[in-house]
């Protein structure tokens, strides 16, 4: 089991960044991949981007690169997702993933963290 707590969300101005983390604690050395999604109001959830334990790699979904950025700390065994220029379309629940192994499937979640845009 892997345990995951986010944090970092609150209520932004359009333009603004915040900071997102998620900390993992538990068989943390079973994770793989670690991978943030959001849930928009009334939207299907959405893959934002994920990050490699071991290569750092992490590729991101066209509406937010060059925007947010994710990185890793595996010594605290943390991700955080940078947001910058901040929009309203980017209100929305935030939560981290994991999936152990390949192939890769989002086996624990976050309880998520709220985020909200205001114009």
């Known amino acids: 089991q892997v345990q995951l707590v986010e944090s970092g969300g609150g209520l932004v101005q359009a333009g603004g960044s915040l900071r997102l983390s998620c900390a993992a604690s538990?068989?943390?050395?079973?994770?793989?991949?670690m991978a943030w999604f959001r849930r928009a109001p009334g939207k299907e959830r959405e893959f934002i981007g994920a990050i490699s334990w071991s290569s750092g790699s992490a590729p991101s979904t066209d509406s937010v690169k060059g925007r947010f950025t994710i990185s890793r700390d595996n010594a605290q065994n943390t991700v955080s997702m940078q947001m910058n220029s901040l929009t309203p379309e980017d209100t929305g629940t935030y939560y981290c993933?994991?999936?152990?192994?390949?192939?890769?499937?989002?086996?624990?979640w976050g309880q998520g963290t709220q985020v909200t845009v205001s114009s």
């Open positions: 993933a994991v999936c152990p192994e390949l192939p890769c499937t989002y086996r624990y």
């Open positions: 538990g068989r943390t050395f079973s994770i793989y991949r």
